[in-house]
């Protein structure tokens, strides 16, 4: 308890720059995930492909994936934004499927009857198809923001600023507070998020509440 | 492009293959880490699914804490039990058991909260005790998704398996972790590739075996 007072600040910054590199991964993984899920739901053959792709993904391990960006993409080796987009990559991985399946639970009569009552296959989608899939996708969201939230920690193997570097450090200098201290702060971290979303989600479809 | 070819380069090196820090060894080792932290959570979490599935009490807690477990880094439970209880093998098969139970045990339940009720009420009203139910019916039937559970937990073991080096285990992180400290991005990438093939492999023969219960399953 005495290190977590003394080192308030440093909690407190590595927290910030904790969420700067979590919160465009996993909005930058839904905003992606939702065209390539509808994608997926489209065609025979797309489906099998992108879900298989986005099972292999996640197999590859986070660590040399954040090694390899910086080559790839052409910035620096702790550059935020190689840590981004390797999240991002992560977070697809899951929510495409999640997408898919979202996308697929909206029943084929309500489709077609938004169809018949003039609606353009653009405003159907937005105004039919995505609220219906809401539930799904919420729930595929939340997966994705609790695990990006704690992959996080694995790139400050990399030297990269986040609550990760509470385990590096701690690790080094055997501080055992430092380290519980890092684990505690993430998983109080993704339970916050994570109770955003559901409060979110209770706002944006409040139908979902009525029905319970 | 250029690091692949010398990664590719690096595997094929026959200076790398051999010996207790050579590529066979420690893909091995890699893979037996994987196969003992399956199992090991396998142990705690089919019997503990089964038990939910079955009396359908305490779903709620299984769920919330599987979420929780879901927010627990991996690092950072790798390197408090590498403190407390020294490096080896023992820190890095906590975190990695902690990290397959939240799947396997989804899986367990899952399967057999996904039978038809009718199925299950059918057998009780046949005679069946409740442990008969359990293990003619329910396990049978919730075969399927369990193997789902378990082949999540494997992809996801076999990727972070490679965290185990850092507390001084061995597997195909070693490779990663000294190809890290010395720059050697080919070494890194190498073992990188490595983990995808061997998880490729393990996806293989889930798939197999996906195939094989299901034919079972409608052939009965």
Do not use: C
């Not at chain 1, 660590?63 to 990559?89: E, H, K, M, Q, Y």
Request: charged content about 10%; overall charge positive.
């Amino acid at each position: 308890m005495t290190w977590v007072l003394n080192n308030l600040e440093l909690i407190g910054s590595r927290t910030l720059s904790h969420l700067l590199l979590a919160i465009p991964a996993i909005v930058a993984s839904f905003v992606l995930a939702l065209p390539l899920g509808w994608v997926a739901n489209r065609y025979r053959w797309s489906r099998a492909t992108l879900l298989t792709a986005a099972g292999l993904l996640y197999a590859i391990p986070s660590l040399p994936l954040f090694v390899v960006l910086p080559s790839v993409l052409g910035f620096g080796v702790r550059d935020r934004i190689n840590v981004i987009v390797a999240l991002t990559l992560y977070g697809l991985a899951l929510m495409v499927r999640s997408a898919a399946d979202a996308l697929a639970s909206v029943g084929m009569p309500v489709v077609l009857s938004s169809t018949a009552l003039g609606y353009s296959a653009a405003g159907r989608f937005f105004a039919v198809e995505l609220p219906l899939a809401g539930p799904v996708l919420l729930a595929g969201l939340r997966v994705v923001s609790v695990s990006t939230i704690s992959l996080v920690t694995v790139s400050s193997l990399l030297g990269v600023d986040n609550l990760g570097l509470l385990f590096v450090d701690g690790f080094q200098r055997g501080i055992i507070a430092e380290v519980l201290t890092g684990i505690m702060a993430t998983v109080a971290l993704a339970l916050i998020v994570d109770g955003l979303l559901v409060l979110a989600g209770r706002a944006l479809m409040p139908w979902t509440k009525a029905r319970r | 492009m250029n690091y692949f070819s010398q990664a590719i380069a690096w595997i094929a090196d026959p200076a790398n293959a051999s010996g207790p820090n050579g590529v066979w060894a420690r893909s091995w080792e890699h893979l037996w880490y994987t196969i003992l932290a399956v199992v090991l959570a396998s142990v705690i979490a089919i019997p503990l699914g089964y038990l939910v599935g079955h009396t359908g009490r305490g779903r709620g807690l299984v769920v919330a804490s599987s979420g929780a477990a879901r927010a627990l880094p991996t690092l950072g439970v790798v390197t408090l039990v590498g403190l407390v209880l020294g490096v080896g093998l023992i820190a890095p098969m906590v975190a990695l058991v902690l990290l397959a139970v939240p799947s396997v045990l989804a899986g367990a339940y899952a399967g057999i909260e996904a039978i038809d009720p009718r199925t299950v009420d059918a057998a009780r009203a046949m005679g069946m005790s409740e442990w008969q139910i359990l293990t003619r019916v329910e396990m049978p039937l919730g075969l399927p998704l369990l193997i789902g559970g378990l082949r999540s937990a494997t992809l996801q073991v076999v990727a972070t398996a490679t965290l185990a080096a850092y507390v001084g285990a061995g597997g195909l992180g070693r490779f990663l972790f000294l190809g890290l400290k010395t720059q050697d991005y080919p070494q890194m990438l190498a073992a990188a590739l490595l983990v995808v093939v061997l998880a490729l492999i393990l996806e293989g023969v889930f798939e197999i075996s996906e195939r094989v219960t299901a034919r079972r399953l409608h052939t009965h």
